[in-house]
């Protein structure tokens, strides 16, 4: 006589094998294409700065209409509308367009972070990079493993980032060093957290049921949001530990 106790058991194991399988292939997906936008980013940044200026430091024609003419408002401010229209426009696009909407916003992040190569060395750069991609492995993982609920402090982090645009403003006009450090200090912070929590919150929104489209679409905002967490980490970190030149 079959037991109902053990084929519910059996059942159950065999369900939550599935979700984890399918979990893990999503949280995967996430950071493949996180790492893909920083691969693109990196390689925006470096190929820009290699055409910008000559061996002997001088800016090309092209380097001039990127950094020195009112053109660079638009390199600084074309990966703001980039993301925006994908933050907004995702839900009606297909997952092929959210996923090119998101390769061109990464090479946009790089065309503008490019003036780090004029300000930092690149020795300064590489060893802050590597230094930025352990502390967020390491704050993704406690994210994705802890049991403990991250998403208290979900508003407590968005009141940072607001508060130190603010700052980061304000600083612009006093041009305070004081102000800059505590800038920088306060972001590696909030960006560390934001690590942990946003990992927590994009494993959470998982869902074994979900067509294939909009898992995709969920995978492309998970990584646009890992992608900016450490972009953020790696910029402050870089004012703390970047050489400059």
């Known amino acids: 006589m079959a037991d109902p106790i053990r084929n519910f058991q059996t059942a159950a194991t065999g369900a939550r094998v599935d979700i984890d399988q399918g979990l893990r292939a999503y949280m995967i997906k996430v950071y493949n294409l996180m790492g893909l936008g920083l691969l693109i980013t990196g390689l925006a940044a470096f190929g820009a700065f290699q055409f910008a200026v000559t061996g002997d430091g001088q800016l090309t024609a092209f380097g001039q209409l990127i950094y020195a003419s009112a053109f660079r408002w638009v390199v600084i401010l074309a ?19 959210a996923q090119t909407t998101f390769w061109l916003y990464a090479g946009l992040v790089g065309l503008s972070l490019s003036t780090i190569f004029l300000v ?86 998982y869902y074994e049921g979900d067509q294939s489209d909009v898992a995709g679409r969920k995978a492309i905002m998970g990584a646009l949001r890992l992608y900016l967490d450490f972009i953020n980490l790696f910029m402050f970190l870089l004012q703390f530990m970047g050489q400059r030149r």
């Not at 980039?82 to 009606?92: D, G």
């Open 79 to 97: 990966p703001l509308a980039a993301v925006m229209f994908l933050s907004f426009r995702i839900q009606s696009m297909s997952v092929a367009a």
């Open 120 to 205: 930092y060395t690149g020795t300064s750069i590489t060893q802050t990079f590597f230094a930025t991609a352990a502390a967020f492995g390491g704050l993704s993982l406690y994210g994705y493993t802890t049991k403990r609920d991250l998403s208290a402090f979900g508003s407590f982090l968005v009141m940072g980032v607001i508060g130190l645009l603010v700052a980061m403003l304000i600083n612009i006009f006093l041009q305070s060093s004081a102000l800059g450090f505590a800038i920088s200090a306060i972001g590696v912070l909030v960006f560390a957290g934001l690590t942990a929590y946003d990992t927590q919150a994009i494993k959470e929104m």
